[in-house]
Every structure is written in structure tokens, then in C-alpha cells.
């Protein structure tokens, strides 16, 4: 069955870094993008940055420039790199693939939290 299981979360000073990883099974996992998602406290979850099939990347405009996302389809693992973080950044954050019918299926997530 479709799987998702993220990890790398943390607690973070701000302007800190981390590195979050999601290794996802039941699919294949190459010929479709990937989503990285947040939810923030009290908040509705959000889209963060997405990679295609071919590598191809975006990013909300709150993340633009201190977030990168990247994939190794050998690993089936996505990885979203997370610098100068801010404590609006604080959330539980998702892996999903890019399609609608992954919206039945979502991981624990993984907890960041940015804070002095």
C-alpha cells in the first residue's frame, strides 16, 4: 500500500537549519512529483514545495530562496533542505506524491519547531 514516512524534524534556533527526509513506498515512485506540505498550529495545511518527474521545482513564496527540495528516485526519498529558518516555519511537515489520489494517504508527518 501507499506509504509515507517523514523524518529529520526538530527543534531550531532560528536562522538554523534541517534537513527533512520522506521515503515513500507502494508506487512508482519516479514517474510522479512530489509534494512537501506544512501545517502550522491551528492552521490549514499548506503546500511548500513540489518536484517534478524531471526534477523541475517550485516553492511558495514564504519558503523562495531558503528551501530546497530534491529527490533521490533510487532511494524513493524526497528531501526538503530548510535554512535560516523563522518561526513561522514552525509546523508538523508532509510528504505526498502530486496527484489527487494521494490525499488518501498521509504520513505521521515530522515536527519543526523554530524557537530560541
Known amino acids: 500500500q501507499v506509504q509515507f514516512v517523514e523524518s529529520g524534524g526538530g527543534l531550531v534556533q532560528p536562522g538554523g537549519s534541517l534537513r527533512l527526509s520522506c521515503r515513500a513506498s507502494g508506487f512508482t515512485f519516479g514517474a510522479y512529483a512530489m509534494n512537501w506540505y506544512r501545517q502550522p498550529p491551528g492552521k490549514e495545511r499548506e503546500l511548500v514545495a513540489r518536484i517534478s518527474a524531471t526534477a523541475g521545482r517550485t516553492y511558495a513564496d514564504s519558503v523562495k530562496g531558503r528551501f530546497a527540495i530534491s529527490r533521490d528516485n533510487g532511494k524513493s526519498t524526497v528531501y526538503l533542505q530548510m535554512n535560516s529558518l523563522k518561526p513561522e516555519d514552525t509546523a508538523v511537515y508532509y510528504c505526498?506524491?502530486?496527484?489527487?489520489?494521494?490525499?488518501?494517504?498521509w504520513g505521521q508527518g515530522t515536527q519543526v519547531t523554530v524557537s530560541l
Open positions: 505526498n506524491v502530486g496527484e489527487e489520489w494521494g490525499r488518501n494517504y
